[in-house]
């Protein structure tokens, strides 16, 4: 079983930053990539915000390109997720995805965390 938890969020100003967390943990054979989808409050749907792959490479999306930034910990099978110059828009409640293949199931899955909850005053 894996485990994934997020942290980070926080009440914050429009123009300021946020540092968001998130770390695997449990039975983790190999981490394939790790993303932040964010939810905004009254959206059903769930938005990819930015993704990083087990070589390296980083995706985002259009809205938040230039502004935030995600990077990983490989030793602590962490990921951040740096956010400056926050607008009232980016205001969501983030989660962080794994997929991995864990040590006991048969195949590459993905794992969901809780979420966090980002605010971004005017």
């Known amino acids: 079983q894996v485990q994934v938890v997020e942290s980070g969020g926080d009440l914050v100003q429009a123009g300021g930053s946020l540092r968001l967390s998130c770390a695997a943990s449990g039975s983790i054979f190999r981490i394939n990539a790790m993303y932040w989808y964010r939810q905004a409050p009254g959206k059903q749907r769930r938005e990819l915000v930015a993704a990083i792959l087990s070589g390296g490479s980083t995706n985002y999306a259009d809205s938040v390109k230039g502004r935030f930034t995600i990077s990983r910990d490989m030793a602590k099978n962490t990921v951040y997720l740096q956010m400056n110059s926050l607008k009232p828009e980016d205001t969501a409640v983030y989660y962080c995805?794994?997929?991995?293949?864990?040590?006991?199931?048969?195949?590459?899955?993905?794992?969901w965390g809780k979420g966090t909850l980002v605010t971004v005053s005017s």
């Open positions: 995805k794994c997929n991995a293949k864990g040590t006991v199931a048969p195949a590459d899955m993905d794992y």
